[in-house]
């Protein structure tokens, strides 16, 4: 039982490439987040997914697009990326939206330059 | 402007002391949690209050809510070394968490 796996862990990119960021959970959880963590600050959520076939923008969605591939897995996508989007990003999933607790992936580190 | 802000933002103690750290909220909740992130790493779940309790103890930690202050406090007993880390409450607002800036608590030995 892995809980939330995330990939990759480090990542550098050029300012305009595009990448992905994934994510699963083994929980048969419901509901998946995606959150930008910037140095010194909480967590910002980026999108939700309250189910398996929905998508919900959160606090700072500029920027980003979210697949939600099945039940397990959701992906995070930056387009054109920009050094503001340097960060460090989570995953979490819950059972069903906010009646339990998260559970946290170990977090992806991005450097735009 | 955020839904939880924990104070103080940093609070530096010795090996054996107590911390108390206080999250602070502005609209009603279902539930308010706490997490900790060592350096690092991901956030991990210590502890979960719902809105009809008081208080709550999970080993060394205490949690109290008092919704009509809409205020959280988190105290750990008998800090250790390993209790360094980033301390953050969580509370609810519709279907989404939302987190305070975090304290970061150093036990010094």
């Known amino acids: 039982n892995a809980g939330v796996t995330q990939t990759p862990k480090f990542q550098v990119l050029k300012t305009g490439q595009s990448m992905t960021l994934q994510c699963a959970q083994d929980?048969?959880?419901?509901?998946m987040y995606w959150y930008r963590q910037d140095p010194g600050m909480g967590l910002r959520l980026i999108y939700y997914s309250a189910s398996e076939g929905t998508t919900d923008k959160g606090e700072v969605p500029n920027g980003y697009n979210v697949s939600r591939l099945n039940k397990r897995e959701f992906s995070l996508r930056l387009e054109s990326a920009a050094p503001s989007q340097t960060s460090v990003y989570f995953c979490a999933s819950t059972m069903g939206g906010t009646v339990g607790t998260q559970y946290f992936g170990p977090g992806t580190r991005l450097l735009v330059l | 402007s955020q839904q939880g802000e924990e104070d103080p933002q940093a609070l530096s103690i010795q090996e054996g002391e107590n911390a108390t750290m206080n999250c602070s909220y502005k609209t009603s909740i279902n539930n308010l949690q706490w997490y900790r992130q060592n350096s690092g790493r991901g956030l991990v779940h210590l502890i979960l209050?719902?809105?009809?309790?008081r208080e709550k103890h999970s080993g060394r930690l205490r949690v109290t809510l008092d919704t009509s202050k809409k205020s959280s406090s988190l105290l750990i007993t008998a800090s250790r070394a390993a209790d360094t880390a980033s301390y953050f409450c969580a509370t609810t607002y519709g279907q989404n968490f939302v987190f305070g800036p975090g304290t970061r608590l150093s036990v010094l030995p």
């Open positions: 209050i719902r809105s009809n309790e």
């Open positions: 929980m048969n959880h419901n509901s």
